[in-house]
């Protein structure tokens, strides 16, 4: 059964800090790596989906790494500000249709403080 | 609006009343998908549908739950006879099938307390 940790549950920080973010999974046949944020008490935002077959993803700010063998993935923020306060959820899909059935970590609380 | 829209967004209800849930996908999705999260917890897979074919379940789904997605379009999901271990955000997403991006697109959920 695939189990999704992240650690630790949540952060606190100054704004202007280089933020990196922790996921790690225990089965590495995964068909992608979709890293969300999601506000309190709202839906997720997809942040940057990698492929198995991919090493890293950029957008902005963010770039996310995935080393499927040790079963690791990173969400690197860089420049941290106030807006990036939220949780952070790491999630791995499996099987040929890809995200049908997402297996989700428990997220991260970060709080950036201005 | 071209995002996922959920309503009713909150639900108080007794235990032992039924309650249904709708969600609209992004229009060119053919892929819905409905997950559950619990204060503290990732959303779990709860089940999917490509077009109008539900396609897997999961053993979280019990018999008092049941979704449908006629014509492939909107999608609804019906607990009966609630009980206070239902109370939890339902969220629903969507996607694009075939290759390519499987990015998920949720809608801000259905906040459901079962009292």
Same mark, same amino acid.
């Given at each position: 059964?695939?189990?999704?940790?992240?650690?630790?549950?949540? !952060?606190?920080?100054?704004? #202007?800090?280089?933020?990196? !973010?922790? $996921?790690?999974?225990?089965?590495?046949?995964?068909?992608? !790596?979709?890293?969300?944020?999601?506000?309190?008490?709202?839906?997720?935002?997809?942040?940057?989906?990698?492929?198995?077959?991919?090493?890293?993803?950029?957008?902005?700010?963010?770039?996310?790494?995935?080393?499927?063998?040790?079963?690791?993935?990173?969400?690197?923020?860089?420049?941290?500000?106030?807006?990036?306060?939220?949780?952070?959820? $790491?999630?791995?899909?499996?099987?040929?249709? #890809?995200?049908?059935?997402?297996?989700? #970590?428990? #997220?991260?609380?970060?709080?950036?403080?201005? | /609006?071209? @995002?996922?829209?959920?309503?009713?967004?909150?639900?108080?209800?007794?235990?032992?009343?039924?309650?249904?849930?709708?969600? /609209? &996908?992004?229009?060119?999705?053919?892929?819905?998908?409905?997950?559950?999260?619990?204060? @503290?917890?990732?959303?779990?897979?709860?089940?999917?549908?490509?077009?109008?074919?539900?396609?897997?379940? =999961?053993?979280?789904? =019990? /018999?008092?739950?049941?979704?449908?997605? &006629?014509?492939?379009?909107? =999608?609804?999901?019906?607990?009966?006879?609630?009980?206070?271990?239902?109370?939890?955000?339902?969220?629903?997403?969507?996607?694009?099938?075939?290759? @390519? /991006?499987?990015?998920?697109?949720?809608?801000?959920?259905?906040?459901?307390?079962?009292?």
């Amino acid at each position: 059964k695939q189990e999704v940790t992240q650690i630790p549950a949540a !952060l606190s920080v100054p704004e #202007g800090e280089n933020l990196v !973010l922790n $996921c790690s999974f225990t089965d590495s046949a995964i068909y992608n !790596l979709q890293w969300f944020r999601q506000d309190p008490g709202k839906g997720l935002t997809s942040l940057l989906l990698i492929q198995s077959s991919q090493r890293e993803q950029t957008s902005g700010r963010l770039n996310a790494s995935l080393d499927k063998s040790s079963g690791r993935s990173t969400l690197y923020i860089a420049a941290s500000q106030p807006g990036d306060s939220a949780t952070y959820l $790491c999630a791995v899909g499996k099987g040929q249709g #890809g995200s049908e059935k997402l297996v989700f #970590g428990k #997220g991260m609380k970060l709080t950036v403080n201005p | /609006d071209t @995002g996922v829209s959920q309503n009713p967004r909150h639900k108080i209800t007794k235990r032992g009343q039924n309650v249904t849930f709708r969600c /609209d &996908p992004i229009s060119e999705h053919n892929r819905l998908y409905w997950y559950r999260q619990t204060l @503290g917890q990732g959303p779990e897979f709860l089940t999917y549908f490509q077009n109008e074919a539900q396609l897997e379940k =999961s053993r979280l789904l =019990s /018999d008092r739950f049941s979704a449908e997605r &006629p014509k492939g379009s909107f =999608s609804t999901l019906e607990i009966q006879r609630t009980e206070q271990g239902d109370s939890a955000m339902y969220l629903c997403a969507s996607s694009r099938g075939g290759q @390519g /991006d499987k990015k998920l697109f949720f809608g801000s959920g259905t906040q459901l307390s079962v009292l």
